[in-house]
């Protein structure tokens, strides 16, 4: 299905991890080291600024607004009086920037990272999903995922999917009570996954690279696909169902519903996620899209 994107927001150099919470977007742009709050009418307002490097958003249960700080690996709180601290420090479970989150009704962050020098063009490697809990306690909840990446949570609640950047996939986990993740199994095998190996041989090999991503009401997946400038909409098994591309010369990076009635897709859009260029430009946008289908779960 043809769909028109509108343009709700520019001037950006790379927007990331968007939210829809308390009617209104939110949104990190990691080269500005800023996280904002977007109105409907495309309104910017900054709320916090993020020296480190922000990135993945998510509520706890008392309104807290958790940040992930990319480059020293940290977790900041900021609490609903605006004040600003470190929750956690997951430098120890590490291997590259740390990523993209998502906080679950108890208030418990699951926290990716790329895990090897993706912007010195390092050699790909496995990475850990690390849980950071309620008193800011750390561990790592899962091992051996290829660039963990967007997560959604189902509604519910005993369901988390990640998806793996480098893997062409979505992988489920049950969350158990205390928050640890069992039940290892593929979601969604949208291509190949590319054998581990040189930066050039590994990119050069992706068909498809679920970064930032969102669920729907029918349970399935709208994916930025970070290589493909585009987003697709995937079903359990793989089967990528719709897409919306960008505009010519733009890539993709994260995405999520939201909107007054649910059904609009937010895109976060830049002309690539290199850091050097995206510093120096204000070229990100951020389009949104009438997709029919409503959001659901988390986050």
Excluded at 22 to 50: K, L, N, P, Q
């Amino acid at each position: 299905m043809e769909r028109a994107l509108a343009t709700l927001h520019e001037g950006g150099h790379f927007f990331e991890g968007p939210r829809w919470h308390d009617g209104t977007w939110w949104v990190s742009d990691f080269y500005a080291h800023t996280v904002s709050r977007i109105g409907t009418d495309g309104t910017a307002e900054v709320i916090m600024e993020v020296p480190g490097q922000p990135s993945g958003l998510g509520w706890m249960p008392d309104g807290s607004l958790l940040v992930v700080s990319m480059k020293d690996h940290r977790v900041l709180r900021r609490t609903p009086d605006g004040t600003v601290h470190e929750h956690a420090d997951i430098s120890a479970h590490c291997t590259g920037h740390a990523n993209d989150m998502i906080v679950d009704q108890h208030g418990r962050a699951y926290v990716g990272n790329f895990g090897f020098d993706l912007m010195g063009g390092a050699d790909p490697a496995l990475a850990d999903l690390v849980r950071v809990d309620p008193d800011g306690s750390v561990v790592v909840a899962a091992s051996d995922l290829f660039f963990p990446n967007g997560c959604v949570i189902l509604p519910d609640e005993t369901t988390l999917i990640v998806g793996e950047s480098m893997g062409c996939r979505y992988t489920a986990f049950t969350i158990a009570e205390d928050g640890s993740l069992t039940d290892r199994r593929v979601w969604a095998q949208m291509a190949e996954a590319p054998a581990l190996g040189t930066f050039e041989e590994v990119l050069g090999s992706l068909q498809v690279s679920p970064d930032g991503c969102t669920l729907d009401a029918e349970g399935q997946i709208w994916a930025a696909d970070a290589l493909g400038g585009r987003v697709v909409r995937v079903a359990e098994g793989g089967a990528i169902t719709d897409q919306v591309a960008v505009p010519e010369g733009l890539g993709a990076f994260a995405c999520a519903l939201g909107g007054d009635n649910g059904t609009t897709l937010l895109v976060c859009s830049a002309p690539d996620f290199f850091e050097q260029a995206r510093e120096a430009a204000t070229e990100a946008v951020l389009f949104t899209v009438d997709v029919g289908v409503a959001g659901a779960g988390r986050p």
